[in-house]
């Protein structure tokens, strides 16, 4: 399973990435159908963090993201949108070989886009801890940076303090 193809399916939805139920069962290889009424006998195992069913606004967000093509692709059915926990406890209702191998690969995704994020705000944190650490270079770099009209202004300047 290529991580890249996971990856792309992953939304991000009530500030949570999620994947929809349409994706998994296609990853899955079952229908929908299934994956939902294996849900709905389980609904125990799938409290609010792990899954949810979008709203009427969330479903416009993702047809006008162009994550389905139409609201008529879902043919009525309100889409389910599961979380990590939600996909990993999917694993223990559906116990086919290749659910297995998915759930692995999914779960390789959220490692990754998690290792990246904290790579991200690792390396933000270390130009805020030199810049402030270092404010007279953060200066002369913004100098550096100048338009030559930025430049000239700053030369034409009104001059205040100590004249000669």
Excluded: C
Excluded at 31 to 42: D, F
């Amino acid at each position: 399973m290529e991580l890249k193809i996971i990856h792309q399916k992953i939304l991000i939805l009530r500030g949570q990435k999620v994947l929809l139920d349409f994706d998994l069962a296609s990853l899955y290889e079952v229908e929908t159908r299934a994956l939902k009424q294996a849900v709905k006998r389980n609904l125990i195992r799938f409290p609010k963090d792990f899954m949810f069913e979008l709203s009427e606004n969330e479903i416009e967000e993702v047809v006008s993201q162009n994550v389905i093509p139409s609201k008529s692709y879902l043919g009525g059915a309100v889409p389910m949108a599961f979380t990590e926990q939600g996909i990993a406890m999917l694993s223990s209702i559906l116990r086919s070989e290749k659910a297995a191998l998915v759930n692995i690969a999914i779960m390789r995704t959220f490692v990754m886009m998690r290792r990246y994020a904290l790579t991200y705000e690792e390396l933000a944190q270390k130009i805020s801890e030199l810049e402030s650490k270092y404010e007279d270079v953060k200066e002369v770099l913004n100098q550096l940076l100048m338009t030559k009209e930025q430049q000239q202004e700053w030369e034409n300047r009104k001059r205040i303090g100590f004249k000669e």
